[in-house]
């Protein structure tokens, strides 16, 4: 079956450190969007990207970093420039080229602590 | 102004009634609007999707759209406890190419 996977499903982070957060999708998703969640809170954009090798930075970027080398994978890293990475994190995939968008498939998600 | 605003709830509603979700939006050239479900501890869902001004009906769903109060609405008939969770309503910006986030409403359906 189609869909996103995203991995690991937890991940404990010590101050200082990098960790990167994958997201694999099978649905030959040109875009794919990486979300923030806090308890309580909407969904905050932090990176997207709508082609291979070509990103854009969401509304929250600051403290990490993407790549787009393959059309089914969108790792996210964050960096220990990000002062407050505690959240649940997101990955989603849709289509392009329609005027009118299309709706997102997400994956699972990734529960990220600092410890 | 928030780009999406709806109200956090929770909303009450008992098993068998209608509930109305309400959410409205600040950017006019928004073309389409999707409607997502999120339970709790869970990724989000998408459960409809809406472009025209009017309803759309699917099972108990049904969307509304008014373009020109930049107004969208979700109504769900004959709730049951297994719609309890948050509705995220999500406007795709077209200039942008991207969908903003609501905040979400919570449903709370009592048996």
């Known amino acids: 079956d189609g869909g996103i996977t995203q991995s690991p499903k937890y991940l404990f982070r010590k101050e200082g450190q990098n960790v990167t957060l994958s997201c694999e999708q099978n649905?030959?998703?040109?875009?794919m969007y990486w979300y923030r969640q806090d308890p309580g809170q909407g969904l905050r954009l932090i990176y997207y990207?709508?082609?291979?090798?070509?990103?854009q930075k969401g509304d929250i970027a600051e403290g990490y970093s993407v790549s787009r080398e393959k059309k089914e994978s969108f790792p996210l890293t964050v960096t220990s420039a990000q002062k407050n990475p505690t959240a649940f994190y997101l990955c989603a995939s849709s289509p392009t080229g329609g005027a009118f968008g299309y709706g997102y498939t997400f994956g699972s998600g990734t529960r990220l602590t600092v410890v | 102004q928030k780009e999406v605003e709806q109200n956090s709830g929770p909303l009450s509603v008992p098993e068998g009634a209608i509930a109305s979700l309400n959410c409205t939006y600040s950017?006019?050239?928004?073309?389409?609007f999707f409607w997502y479900r999120q339970y709790s501890g869970k990724s989000p869902e998408l459960i409809m999707s809406i472009y025209s001004n009017g309803d759309k009906e699917d099972g108990r769903f049904t969307a509304q759209l008014n373009k020109a109060s930049q107004y969208v609405s979700l109504l769900i008939r004959d709730s049951q406890p297994s719609d309890s969770a948050t509705y995220l309503c999500a406007p795709f910006q077209a200039g942008g190419f991207k969908t903003i986030f609501g905040a979400g409403t919570r449903l709370f359906v009592k048996a």
């Open positions: 950017d006019r050239v928004s073309q389409s």
């Open positions: 649905l030959n998703h040109d875009a």
């Open positions: 990207s709508q082609i291979v090798n070509d990103f």
